[in-house]
C-alpha cells in the first residue's frame, strides 16, 4: 500500500478510536509510561504560565504536564479520546481539553510551551508547513516547543517521524527563529526541544 500524501482526517481518527478506546496503550504501556517521563524531564522550566498540547488523545501524558503548567490547553483531532481526557482531567481546573484539528483550526493566543508529541507525522508536508509557522508565530519569545515521534517507518503516515524532526530543525539554522537545545534519540522514538529566538 502506498504511503498517503494527504494529511490523516479526523474520521480515520474516529475509526481508530470507535476499535479500541486507547489503541495504543497511552495508560498501561511500560514503553509510553517511560516516554512521557523523559518528555517531562526534558521541559527546562519547572512551570510554565501557558501550555498548549496537540494530540492528548486520552489524556494520560495530559494529566502529567498540567502539574507543571498555570494553564494548559490539550486538543485532538477526534472527539472520541476526549470524552476520556476530560473524565482524566476532571480534578483539574487549570486544563482546556478542545477537539481541534491542527493546522486547519489554532487557537488565537500565544504559548510559553507547546508540545508536538506523535502528531507530526499525521500531517502531509503542506500542511505540517503551516503547522510549523503557526507553532512559530505563536510561541513566545524564548518559548520552548518541544516534538517527540516514533522514528520507524508507519505506512498508514504521510510521513516519519525523523521528516518531522529534520524539518523544524531547518528553523532552527543561523538567523532561524528556533535555537535547538536538545536532541534524545531511542530505539523507537526521539526528542527534540526548541526554543523561540528573542528578537533584539
Same mark, same amino acid.
Given at each position: 500500500?502506498?504511503?498517503?500524501?494527504?494529511?490523516?482526517?479526523?474520521?480515520?481518527?474516529?475509526?481508530?478510536?470507535?476499535?479500541?478506546?486507547?489503541?495504543?496503550?497511552?495508560?498501561?504501556?511500560?514503553?509510553?509510561?517511560?516516554?512521557?517521563?523523559?518528555?517531562?524531564?526534558?521541559?527546562?522550566?519547572?512551570?510554565?504560565?501557558?501550555?498548549?498540547?496537540?494530540?492528548?488523545?486520552?489524556?494520560? +501524558? &495530559?494529566?502529567?504536564?498540567?502539574?507543571?503548567?498555570?494553564?494548559?490547553? /490539550?486538543?485532538?483531532?477526534?472527539? =472520541?479520546?476526549?470524552? *476520556?481526557?476530560?473524565?482524566?482531567?476532571?480534578?483539574?481546573?487549570?486544563?482546556?481539553?478542545?477537539?481541534?484539528?491542527?493546522?486547519?483550526?489554532?487557537?488565537?493566543?500565544?504559548?510559553?510551551?507547546?508540545?508536538?508529541?506523535?502528531?507530526?507525522?499525521?500531517?502531509?508536508?503542506?500542511?505540517?508547513?503551516?503547522?510549523?509557522?503557526?507553532?512559530?508565530?505563536?510561541?513566545?519569545?524564548?518559548?520552548?516547543?518541544?516534538?517527540?515521534?516514533?522514528?520507524?517507518?508507519?505506512?498508514?503516515?504521510? +510521513? &516519519?517521524?525523523?521528516?518531522?524532526?529534520?524539518?523544524?530543525?531547518?528553523? /532552527?539554522?543561523?538567523?532561524?527563529? =528556533?535555537?535547538?537545545? *536538545?536532541?534524545?534519540?531511542?530505539?523507537?522514538?526521539?526528542?527534540?526541544?526548541?526554543?523561540?529566538?528573542?528578537?533584539?
Amino acid at each position: 500500500m502506498p504511503t498517503p500524501q494527504t494529511t490523516l482526517d479526523k474520521a480515520y481518527f474516529d475509526r481508530v478510536y470507535q476499535a479500541n478506546n486507547d489503541p495504543w496503550s497511552f495508560a498501561t504501556s511500560d514503553y509510553e509510561r517511560q516516554k512521557y517521563e523523559a518528555t517531562i524531564a526534558a521541559l527546562p522550566n519547572p512551570q510554565y504560565e501557558y501550555a498548549f498540547e496537540i494530540g492528548c488523545s486520552i489524556g494520560v +501524558l &495530559t494529566q502529567m504536564l498540567a502539574e507543571r503548567c498555570g494553564r494548559l490547553l /490539550a486538543v485532538d483531532a477526534s472527539e =472520541l479520546p476526549l470524552r *476520556t481526557a476530560r473524565e482524566r482531567l476532571a480534578m483539574y481546573p487549570n486544563v482546556t481539553i478542545r477537539q481541534m484539528k491542527i493546522p486547519d483550526e489554532f487557537p488565537d493566543t500565544s504559548f510559553d510551551l507547546i508540545l508536538l508529541s506523535e502528531v507530526g507525522y499525521y500531517l502531509s508536508m503542506p500542511d505540517l508547513t503551516r503547522a510549523r509557522q503557526l507553532l512559530i508565530d505563536h510561541l513566545r519569545p524564548n518559548g520552548h516547543l518541544l516534538l517527540v515521534h516514533w522514528t520507524p517507518f508507519v505506512h498508514d503516515y504521510p +510521513l &516519519t517521524g525523523d521528516q518531522v524532526h529534520d524539518f523544524f530543525l531547518e528553523s /532552527a539554522q543561523p538567523n532561524g527563529p =528556533l535555537m535547538h537545545l *536538545t536532541n534524545q534519540r531511542e530505539s523507537t522514538y526521539r526528542l527534540d526541544l526548541f526554543q523561540k529566538v528573542e528578537k533584539p
